[in-house]
C-alpha cells in the first residue's frame, strides 16, 4: 500500500539551529500539506502546496520557516533557527485533490517528532 | 471565520459502551467530512468519510458517522466500544471556499477494560 514517507521519525535539536524535515507524499497527489501538531491539540496547518506551487502559507512563521516543493513532487520544511516552542510532531499529508475536485481525502506520513532544547 | 468543533476533550468509557463523539462545522457550503482516528504512537489515519449521497457513512472498525446538513453535524458513533478503541479522534472538513482541510481539536478516547 501506498504511503506517505517522512524522515527523519525523530530530531533533537539545540535552539537557535537549524532542522530541515523530508516528505515524499503518495505518487501521483497534486496536493502536499504540512502540519503542526501540539500535543493534545489538533493538527494546524503550516503550509498546502498544490503541486509546486504554495497555495496557503497564512499560518507559516515566515520569519524562521520555509517550505518548498522544487518539482511538485517531495517537500522540505526547514526551521531556521529553532525555538524551544517549536517542539512538536511535524506531520506531512498528501491528496490526489488537484483544484477541479474536492472529493479526496489526506493521507498521513508517521511524522517527525521534533525536540528543541 | 470557518472552524469545526468537536464537544468533548476527554471522554472515557467501559467496553461494550456505545459512543457518540460531537463534531459541528461552520460553514454553509458544501463540505466533505472526514473523521480520523490517531492510535497511540502511530500516524493519522482515515475512519470514514463523507462526500455525498447517504447521510450515513460506515467506515472501518464499526464506526459510522452520520451527516445531518440542518445541523451542521457529523458525529461519529459505535454501539459497543472495544478497548482497542482507545485513541485520539479528530474531525475534519473540507470546504468548497478554499479546499483547505480545517481540523477539530480531537476527542481522546480511554476504554476501560
Known amino acids: 500500500e501506498a504511503e506517505v514517507a517522512q524522515s527523519p521519525r525523530y530530531k533533537i535539536t539545540e535552539k537557535s539551529q537549524a532542522v530541515a524535515f523530508w516528505c515524499d507524499p503518495i505518487s501521483g497527489h497534486a496536493t502536499l500539506y504540512w502540519y503542526r501538531q501540539i500535543l493534545g491539540q489538533g493538527p494546524e496547518l503550516l503550509v498546502q502546496?498544490?503541486?509546486?506551487?504554495?497555495?496557503?502559507d497564512s499560518q507559516l512563521p515566515k520569519d524562521r520557516f520555509s517550505a518548498e516543493r522544487l518539482k511538485g513532487v517531495d517537500s522540505t520544511l526547514k526551521i531556521q533557527p529553532a525555538e524551544l516552542g517549536d517542539s512538536a510532531m511535524y506531520l506531512c499529508a498528501s491528496s490526489l485533490r488537484s483544484g477541479v475536485t474536492m472529493n479526496t481525502e489526506a493521507f498521513f506520513g508517521q511524522g517527525t517528532r521534533l525536540t528543541v532544547v | 471565520a470557518q472552524s469545526v468543533s468537536q464537544h468533548n476533550h476527554h471522554v472515557i468509557l467501559s467496553e461494550a459502551a456505545s459512543l457518540e463523539l460531537g463534531c459541528n462545522y461552520s460553514?454553509?457550503?458544501?463540505?466533505?467530512l472526514f473523521w480520523y482516528v490517531q492510535y497511540p504512537g502511530q500516524h493519522l489515519q482515515l475512519l470514514l468519510k463523507y462526500f455525498s449521497g447517504d447521510p450515513l457513512v460506515k467506515g472501518i472498525k464499526g464506526f459510522e458517522a452520520e451527516f445531518i446538513k440542518s445541523k451542521f453535524s457529523f458525529n461519529l458513533r459505535k454501539p459497543s466500544v472495544q478497548w482497542s478503541d482507545t485513541a485520539e479522534y479528530f474531525c475534519?472538513?473540507?470546504?468548497?471556499?478554499?479546499?483547505?482541510?480545517?481540523w477539530g481539536a480531537g476527542t481522546k478516547l480511554i476504554i476501560k477494560p
Open positions: 502546496f498544490q503541486d509546486e506551487s504554495v497555495v496557503d
Open positions: 475534519a472538513v473540507v470546504m468548497d471556499s478554499n479546499y483547505q482541510l480545517i
Open positions: 460553514y454553509g457550503g458544501t463540505v466533505n
